[in-house]
């Protein structure tokens, strides 16, 4: 692998940062508040599933015991 001389790295680096595009303020807002609600979703999704395997389980386990 070759190396490449630190000012010419640093210049490529500089390049490929103008290269980015940055969101704006209204991007970051409804991403956030997306991954808020997904989140809860997924946490109120799993809550019920769990307490829906506990409820068989006890209601199993009462049965044999």
Known sequence: ??????????????AETAKVVWPNRREVTISTIMVLVLSTLTAVF?????????????GILGLVG
Do not use: K, S, W, Y
């Open 46 to 58: 799993f809550f019920l599933v769990d307490l829906l395997i506990r409820t068989g389980l006890a």
């Open 1 to 14: 692998m070759a190396m490449t001389n630190p000012l010419t790295f640093i210049q490529q680096v500089r």
